[in-house]
């Protein structure tokens, strides 16, 4: 039975880059990673769903949608982090209103719409974002840019370092970090500053900041 839906949502899609040249046991491997951000997500918010389609497409539903960006960000680091040819392409949106589903594949709406054409429309890009807010899309399409080319950049070792970053945003101190990965703090300064995470960090605050302006309900 559909539901309809009437609020912002994000919709996350994405697809695994070269994955019929992948190993078994290597696909096997982004699965199960795929699998952990997907637990990860839904125990941020226990409304978020997802699926799997042909194998190596995963799609996600983000009702708390001002996350939806640094949702997409542990999907590319965390995949990246198992080695140098791992890595994935991911469309997302946010808009309002949809009509929902049990299945997620089946579940129809804006975002649904724009984030699977963006993909299927993706050539050399890995990152793309798309709205119902023109506005929003415009104002973020330099900085989704910027981040799509920081992240295709950054080694296995790197996106490891920052994945719990993003995991725990502004709850992580550097030290602590430091201390959980078993590393001093000087080589994680290091790490985070040839990343570029300050800049990255700033992306996520402006992306979280002004989606919730432009759809406060």
């Not at 899309?137 to 080319?149: A, N, Q």
């Not at 719990?164 to 080589?187: M, V």
Request: proline share 2%; aromatic share 10%; hydrophobic share 40%.
């Amino acid at each position: 039975m559909a539901q309809q839906y009437n609020n912002p949502l994000g919709v996350i899609v994405g697809d695994i880059v070269n994955s019929t040249q992948l190993e078994p046991k290597d696909f096997e491997q982004v699965m199960e990673t795929i699998s952990s951000i997907q637990k990860f997500i839904n125990a941020e918010f226990s409304d978020n769903s997802h699926a799997l389609h042909r194998g190596d497409e995963f799609q996600s539903v983000i009702f708390n949608y001002e996350q939806t960006l640094l949702y997409v960000i542990m999907y590319r680091l965390a995949i990246k982090a198992l080695g140098k040819q791992f890595d994935c392409r991911v469309s997302f949106a946010v808009a309002r209103g949809a009509e929902l589903r049990e299945s997620v594949g089946q579940s129809m709406g804006e975002a649904f719409t724009i984030s699977g054409r963006a993909l299927g429309g993706m050539r050399g890009e890995r990152l793309v974002y798309r709205s119902d807010s023109a506005y929003h899309e415009e104002r973020m399409l330099l900085l989704i840019r910027y981040l799509d080319s920081q992240i295709v950049g950054l080694t296995p070792r790197q996106c490891e370092i920052i994945l719990p970053l993003i995991k725990r945003f502004g709850r992580l101190s550097y030290s602590q970090l430091a201390e959980d990965l078993h590393i001093s703090n000087a080589t994680v300064s290091k790490a985070l500053k040839a990343a570029g995470w300050s800049l990255m960090k700033g992306v996520i605050v402006e992306f979280k900041k002004t989606i919730t302006e432009i759809y406060k309900v």
